[in-house]
């Protein structure tokens, strides 16, 4: 299910950084290798920060379990070894996310026995997105008594961004970062 490539299609920026790159990357977080293919157009780099990284990697209504259920499976639906790999290095265990968790996450379904009640309906809401764009009632109201509605409405928004960040990491055919490889399934 997920893919990686050991070359990039798009070198990203390198050092020396001129200012402007500079300032982008400080927005955007560590320089991975996505974040400086972003930086290689800083104002490109400074959109992507105000559009979608502050608030929807920190400030929504999901919990940071739910936040990276919804990333972690969006990224290996999506096939994005490179994002998945990273999300699961950085913040698999700050979310409570186990091995067995993780696995499911890249390759296994919202029944596994690894979910309590809560993480399936979260779970089933990123599949029900991936497959058909979509939540009909009871998956809707799964969500809501999971998450909330301000939760369920972030969690599409979120859903939809990891969509994005998965279509560039995978077509750029970015290769794992260090200290990740372990953690790519």
């Known amino acids: 299910m997920l893919r990686n490539s050991k070359q990039p299609r798009v070198a990203p920026a390198g050092p020396p950084y001129d200012a402007a790159t500079a300032a982008a990357l400080e927005a955007l977080g560590p320089p991975i290798a996505l974040f400086r293919v972003f930086a290689r157009r800083p104002d490109r780099a400074m959109a992507i920060h105000g559009w979608g990284s502050y608030y929807l990697s920190r400030r929504t209504a999901l919990t940071l379990r739910q936040r990276e259920l919804v990333i972690d499976r969006t990224t290996a639906r999506c096939g994005a070894g490179y994002e998945w790999a990273i999300h ?3 913040f698999g265990g700050k979310a409570g996310l186990d091995a067995a ?4 996450l890249a390759a296994g379904s919202a029944s596994d026995a690894c979910w309590a009640e809560e ?3 979260v779970i089933a809401a990123v599949d029900a997105l991936c497959d058909r764009g979509d939540l009909d009632d009871q998956e809707w109201a799964a969500l809501v008594r999971a998450a909330g509605e301000e ?3 972030d969690l599409l928004l979120v859903c939809g961004w990891y ?4 279509f ?4 750029l055919r970015l290769p794992l970062e260090p200290g990740t490889e372990a953690h790519a399934l």
């Open 101 to 104: 968790q993780l696995r499911s």
């Open 88 to 90: 699961a290095a950085l």
């Open 163 to 166: 969509h994005a960040i998965s």
């Open 151 to 153: 939760g369920a409405v």
């Open 119 to 121: 993480d399936r309906a």
């Open 168 to 171: 560039v990491a995978r077509a």
